[in-house]
Nanobody, 121 residues
Framework: QVQLVESGGGLVQAGGSLRLTCATS??????MGWFRQAPGKEREFVAS???????TYADSVKGRFTISRDNTKNTVFLRMSSLKPEDTAVYYC?????????????????WGQGTQVTVSP
């Protein structure tokens, strides 16, 4: 099993930046992803990174968000810049059963508890 713990969320003004951190309980070769869920909406894909470092982004965050991983520290990051009010959501870190990743919520089997990101106008 893999336990995931997110941190780094908070309140920021539009145009600002935040860096989310996902700490894994042990070294993993799994693909990792970030998802978000706004009130009244379904959980949606934000970004993913596979074991080799290949990244994928949702169109809504391309050019603004950067996902990375430090395998020596069992950590995954999501750097968010030029934040918009529509980025407000609970952000979740997730682990894929494989070293690769997909954009589908259903293809991730371990999830963190989430961290709230609020972007004010």
């Amino acid at each position: 099993q893999v336990q995931l713990v997110e941190s780094g969320g908070g309140l920021v003004q539009a145009g600002g930046s935040l860096r989310l951190t996902c700490a894994t309980s042990r070294r993993t070769t799994r693909g990792m992803g970030w998802f978000r869920q706004a009130p009244g909406k379904e959980r949606e894909f934000v970004a993913s990174i596979d074991w080799s470092g290949t990244t994928t982004y949702a169109d809504s965050v391309k050019g603004r968000f950067t996902i990375s991983r430090d395998n020596t520290k069992n950590t995954v990051f999501l750097r968010m810049s030029s934040l918009k009010p529509e980025d407000t959501a609970v952000y979740y870190c997730a682990a894929s059963p494989w070293s690769t990743t997909t954009t589908s919520v259903q293809n991730y089997d371990y999830w963190g508890q989430g961290t709230q990101v609020t972007v004010s106008p």
